[in-house]
């Protein structure tokens, strides 16, 4: 099944790649087979994930390139503060970002009753904000790095009018085509023993622990040639599950470069208050034209495609 899918995507004009992610190119389909699961012969492929097993298992390289060498230094670099929440960044007179204002999690001197401890952290070099898509540009706003018109709503002082924070939020958004097949689920597939039966069955997702795509493609909606270089439009996960005893594919397909913006807007000078998020996706409609292209490509050339005619595949 899984060969024919390739071939039928190569038929589309999508290339089968080993890692997709590797060379000048994303163009192509490959990447990830299942490995887990099923003990049954019929499950095994013949390659595993490039990250060999999901949740739990061992960790990728760049944890162990960066991670574990320094917990192997003596007096190592890394230190982790638990339950701390950064409040604001620290500037000097030339605007420049030289630490940050901390709270610490749980109660000065172990009574709950006092608020949380606030530290000061300089530092000598630099400083890396990394809180996430929302936590970093909140942390510029209230710090005073924000557009002018913002700050002053909030009546936080300017530290440096900047008209793009909290602009230009994009998100890969997109949907799922569930298809069924004619091909009978191996005995103990997808089955985690947690039912009052001791073999729950699950659905087309599969387990939460195997919450993995099997193959991924990186693909245009409307112009596939193999080996084509510069930006694509989609990205599509296989996900196999089980339906009623016969194995199931769900067909993903994420926007790559969606064309939709938003914006987050900060509610209060306190970085605890969550941001509204004020994003329509889907409402640029080269997105929506650029999905539909993508999934009739699905059906017209992929679901249609004669390398999987014998797998009867269906979508719901």
Known sequence: LFQGLIAAFESAGVPFRLDPHGGP????????????????ARCQPSRVSRFRFASGRPRSSPYKELIEELNRTAGHRLSIVPGAAVERLLFDKDQRVVGVEVKDGGGGEGKP?????????????????????????????????????????????????????????????????????????????????????????????????????????????????????GRLDGEMMVL??????????????????????????????????????????????VDIDTLANLVRLLYTRIFSSPALAAFELAAD
């Open 113 to 229: 009753s006092e608020p949380p401890p606030r530290r000061l952290y300089r530092a000598r070099r630099e400083v890396i904000l990394s809180a996430g898509v929302f936590g970093s540009p909140q942390l510029l706003t209230v710090s005073g790095v924000a557009e002018a018109a913002e700050l002053q709503r909030l009546g936080i002082p300017i530290v440096s009018a900047s008209p793009h924070v909290s602009r230009h939020l994009q998100e890969h958004v997109g949907f799922s085509v569930v298809v069924r097949t004619s091909v009978p689920c191996p005995p103990g597939y997808h089955e985690d023993g947690t039912g009052p039966d001791g073999r729950t069955t699950t659905t087309h997702l599969g387990n939460v622990a195997e919450f993995i795509g099997q193959i991924y493609a990186f693909l245009n909606g409307t112009s596939n040639k193999a080996g084509a270089e």
């Open 240 to 285: 196999e599950g089980c339906i009623e005893g016969f194995l199931s594919l769900t067909f993903t397909t994420i926007l790559l470069r969606a064309q939709t913006r938003g914006r987050l807007v900060v509610q209060s000078r306190s970085p605890a208050t969550a941001p509204f998020v004020d994003y329509h996706p889907l409402s640029d409609s």
């Open 25 to 40: 190119s994303m163009h192509g389909i490959g990447g990830i087979w299942r490995s887990m699961g099923c003990g049954d």
